[in-house]
């Protein structure tokens, strides 16, 4: 269980630079995927379900394509996905850097989220910390070539 408190939160798309946007108001548009039932928010006193309004990505616009940070995924990494490239018609994703909220997931999910992330034809996924090492594996076996697992102190070029 996770309980923060109200922050003020990015609601809108917001431009920070030339080709680099911050997203939020991700909705969940894939059945298999939804937000965690076990965070909670105290609003005043109160605990309620969080329904991770608060999450966000941030997307950066290199050479025609997309890479795509993404913190926790919570709405579901492929329902993010999708929606980046709603907003983004046209565009291929070329990197997707994400926690992929996949640790404690049940197989059938991480297998959709798979086929999913084959069917995106992305070019680079870097599957990170609430992925979970049997997800990451699972991804890495499935996407190989693809798929570049991270350690804290790597970097990559994007």
């Known amino acids: 269980v996770f309980i923060k408190n109200s922050l003020a939160i990015n609601q809108k798309n917001l431009a920070i630079a030339p080709g ?11 059945s298999f995927e939804g937000v ?4 909670f928010v105290d609003t005043g006193g109160h605990l309620e379900k969080d329904a991770m309004g608060d999450e966000q990505m941030l997307v950066i616009e290199r050479h025609g394509e997309l890479v795509i940070f993404l913190g926790c995924s919570h709405p579901g990494v ?12 046209g565009k291929k994703i070329n ?8 640790k404690n997931a049940s197989p059938s999910r991480i297998e959709s ?6 069917d995106l034809n992305i070019s ?7 992925t979970g090492q049997g997800a990451i594996c699972k991804i890495g076996l499935a996407m190989k070539g693809q798929c570049l697992p991270l350690c804290a102190g790597q ?3 994007i």
């Open 20 to 30: 680099v946007a911050l997203h939020g108001n991700i909705p969940v548009t894939v």
């Open 36 to 39: 965690s039932q076990n965070f």
């Open 78 to 89: 492929v329902s993010c996905l999708k929606y980046a490239l709603s907003l983004y018609p």
């Open 95 to 102: 990197t997707v850097l994400a926690g992929m909220h996949l």
């Open 113 to 118: 989220t798979i086929s999913h992330l084959r």
């Open 124 to 130: 680079r996924v870097i599957p990170l910390h609430c």
């Open 155 to 157: 970097t990559i070029e």
